[in-house]
């Protein structure tokens, strides 16, 4: 990010503490940082430790004559490639999403034609009102980048999302944001993605599982992310840790996992990595005891629903649905018909006789309409960086 010049604009949270860090941060890596500070934000930092952080003025007023004689927040507004706030409360969204212009911070986003990006932070059930979810989905509409807050134990004592997430994490997606929109060509879309297995409870001890452990699928939801779209990844039982940004949906059934992908419906893409069980059992609600002679139980098996073939016949069906085929044997020719069957657009196919399931790497064939495209085997966040791009084009 060297040369690349952030306003950071910190609002009235405990979490402003971690602004200090962001300043660090983000000057080690080679931008320059401005900070405005609002009213709320001044009872957690100061503007003095931000300005000796940052090296540079610190702004908290509108009424700064010197600055305004100039219309100082018009310039501010403009001089920079990217505004970050940080931490984002539940009323400066409420404010940005409604156009309020009432103090310096406010005026900022409202006169910029810059990049915005927003780092949410505050209690649970503020995240998790609807007023708050109709103000992050109209700043998203509206071109705002709003990322995921992380879940966790917070400072006033509940537990659930809402925490500021870690510094790293939004350091990375300030830098995602940095790489500018030709490099963002998913920018505006929404895509939907599918990862890990799904558990089928036999009982309250046992299910019926698979060895998919959620990485290639995680790693394409990241990807996507990485070129600026909206992802909402539904996760199977796997504990990988979420890709910055993203919208993750925890599922642990195939019927769980359906009725969370018609929730995330519409989307101009998805990608159905997860390796759904094709069946499942009606489960016991206590353990099935060995019998006394030692004779295995009878499992009376039923359809999971066929959750790539529902939304590619659906009436929701985003512009490109993706599937995915895990085989062990003639890897092309089954795929190619499950493609057919499932009437979906592509099918991403690998073999999964050896390491794959749970490995780094993957070897895969493009399968679709027009033929089939074999890639090398390669990191599994390469293939996902490939397959990103490839959908991008197809979007494009």
Known sequence: MTGKRILLIVGGGIAAYKACELVRGLRKQGATVRCVLTEGGQHFVTPMTLAALSEQPVHTSLWDLKDEAEMGHIQLSREADLLVVCPATADLLAKM??????DLATTLLLAT?????????????MWLHAAT????ARLRADGVTVIEPDEGPMACGEYGPGRLPEVDA??????????GPAARPLTGRRALVTAGPTHEPIDPVRYIANRSSGKQGFAIAGALA???????????PVSLPTPPGIRRVDVETAREMAAAVEAALPADVAVMVAAVADW????????????????????????NPDILAGLSAGPRRPRLVVGFAAETNDVIAHATAKRQRKGCDWIVANDVSGDVMGGEANSVHII????VESWDRLPKGEVAARIAQRIADELA
């Open 97 to 102: 999403a409604a156009g309020i212009a009432d």
């Open 113 to 125: 034609d810059k990049p915005v990006l927003a780092v949410p932070a505050m209690n649970v059930r």
């Open 133 to 136: 979810r109709r103000n992050v």
């Open 170 to 179: 939004i350091l990375a997606a300030i830098a995602r944001q940095r790489a």
């Open 226 to 236: 990485d070129l600026g779209a909206e992802v909402t990844l539904v996760a199977g």
């Open 280 to 303: 499942r059992v009606e489960p016991s609600g206590q353990k099935i005891k060995k019998p006394a002679d030692g004779t295995p139980p009878a499992l009376m098996l039923g359809e």
């Open 368 to 371: 679709t309409a027009a033929g």
